[in-house]
Nanobody
């Protein structure tokens, strides 16, 4: 059984930084696509960033230049480094695993974590 657990969320002032972590059990993350998504209150879930099984990274335009996704294969962890945070980045952030190695990394995910809250104050 695959389980994903996010951590690292919290309250931060605008301009600050946070690093989110995604820990997996039951699956080796280096074999899969791993993505970060977020959902703000009363908004649809949106793609933030992803890293493919081959190590390629993809970032949404809204966070490009501020957020970076990375993976530590030895620890079986994926991270989302978030810099220059803005109030509009406030959301619950989820990590997810995509098993199929075809199609865009913006959708088609099979397993999801429970999410971690990120709140950016102005």
């Amino acid at each position: 059984q695959v389980q994903l657990v996010e951590s690292g969320g919290g309250l931060v002032q605008a301009g600050g930084s946070l690093r989110l972590s995604c820990a997996a059990s039951g699956r080796t993350l280096s074999h899969d696509g791993v993505g970060w998504f977020r959902q703000a209150p009363e908004k649809e879930r949106e793609f933030v960033a992803a890293i493919s099984w081959s190590g390629g990274t993809y970032t949404a335009d809204s966070v490009k230049g501020r957020f970076t996704i990375s993976r530590d294969n030895a620890k079986n962890m994926v991270y989302l480094q978030m810099n220059s945070l803005r109030p509009e980045d406030t959301a619950v952030y989820y990590c997810a695993v995509k098993l199929v190695r075809i199609g865009p990394l913006t959708d088609g995910y099979n397993y999801w974590g429970q999410g971690t809250q990120v709140t950016v104050s102005s």
